[in-house]
């Protein structure tokens, strides 16, 4: 049996009236039996980051998640995207898997990294 959607949360950011960012959780998978982990996407625009920011926009899903019930988030990032994966580090996400070469850009293979955080 597929899951039965819920909405799940998702936020915009704007300075003014200027798009700033977003973050938004949907599901990792339409099966029943991963109705409690789900993938988040995330970006801030250049300039805007360490300010604290992205922090309050995660608390603000992570709250949304728990009282939900969802147990497990997933994100993936970038090999090269070292700021992000610092970031999500700081915030209690762990690495959990390494898609090698997952990804081209720039004349270059790069890996695709998988991170995860447990709410309970």
């Not at 300075?15 to 109705?35: C, M, V, W």
């Not at 998640?65 to 700081?90: C, G, T, W, Y």
Request: net charge positive; with cysteine; proline share 2%.
């Amino acid at each position: 049996m597929l899951n039965a959607r819920h909405v799940l949360p998702g936020y915009v950011v704007l300075n003014d009236s200027e798009l700033i960012g977003f973050g938004y959780a949907y599901h990792f998978r339409p099966e029943s039996t991963f109705s409690q982990t789900v993938k988040l996407t995330y970006w801030l625009k250049a300039g805007f980051t360490g300010k604290g920011i992205g922090s309050n926009l995660y608390n603000m899903l992570e709250s949304e998640l728990r009282m939900l019930k969802i147990s497990s988030i997933l994100v993936n990032i970038s090999s090269e995207n070292i700021a992000s994966l610092n970031f999500h580090r700081a915030l209690g996400y762990q690495e959990c898997g390494n898609f090698k070469q997952a990804g081209y850009k720039n004349g270059r293979y790069f890996d695709l990294i998988w991170l995860q955080k447990f709410l309970h």
